[in-house]
């Protein structure tokens, strides 16, 4: 079983959409979850951290952990073109190693 | 230049070559990694270092050698690679190993194919 899964899409929206993302993992150590953008021939951009379970909002970013559930998402409001991209769920607990997810490939129609 | 930098962005080599990658981050951060990312694959994790010291090593084959002379700069010298090395090489920077401190930045990848 992988430590993380991620659907890798791709997931095609219109422009204004509501886009969920998600990823579950199976290791109940993690504490530490991240969210990066990846754009094509780019490195990952980190757009959101969340330590422990809750939520956390940043402009039309929503991000949140369900520490029970073993289950992250990432929430885009009023998608935009612009944020066509593949987005990487990455996570964590005390030691030195990071789990990514395979990553999600969004297009926004506009 | 700020961030994270790395240099070349894109590299070709032959099986018998020697080549150097260099990434460098300008974030003031202690901690450094280095990263493959291939197509339809998680990030792998090579190697992580934490004041110039190498903390982990994720049995990455010897034909991979890190050096990292301080910390705002980490090499990958890469030596006699397989076609199968052929991958974006991500560096990373964090300001530490614990906590919240351990979140990543990454520069934009040297894109590597090995003929």
């Known amino acids: 079983q992988k430590e993380v899964e991620q659907d890798p899409g791709p997931l095609s929206v219109p422009e204004g959409a509501i886009v969920s993302l998600n990823c579950t993992y199976s290791n109940s150590a993690f504490q530490y979850f991240m969210w990066y953008r990846q754009y094509s021939r780019k490195g990952p951009e980190l757009l959101m951290y969340t330590y422990s379970s809750g939520n956390k909002e940043d402009g039309r970013f929503t991000a949140q952990v369900d520490k029970s559930s073993k289950y992250i998402s990432l929430f885009i409001r009023d998608s935009q073109p612009s944020d066509s991209a593949t987005y990487l769920c990455?996570?964590?607990?005390?030691?030195?190693?990071?789990?990514f997810g395979t990553g999600t490939s969004l297009t926004v129609i506009p | 230049e700020t961030g994270v930098t790395q240099t070349p962005r894109h590299l070709v080599m032959g099986m018998t070559n020697k080549k150097s990658l260099k990434c460098e981050q300008h974030l003031g951060h202690n901690a450094m990694y280095w990263y493959k990312q291939s197509a339809k694959k998680p990030l792998e994790l090579m190697f992580v270092?934490?004041?110039?010291?190498?903390?982990e090593n994720n049995s990455v084959p010897s034909r991979f050698s890190p050096e990292c002379p301080n910390s705002s700069h980490l090499f990958l010298h890469l030596h006699t690679l397989q076609p199968e090395d052929s991958a974006l090489y991500l560096c990373?920077?964090?300001?530490?190993?614990?906590?919240?401190?351990?979140?990543?930045?990454f520069g934009p990848g040297t894109r590597l194919l090995v003929l």
């Open positions: 990455a996570m964590t607990d005390t030691g030195n190693q990071f789990y």
């Open positions: 990373a920077s964090s300001q530490g190993l614990a906590g919240g401190r351990k979140t990543q930045y």
């Open positions: 270092y934490s004041l110039e010291e190498r903390v």
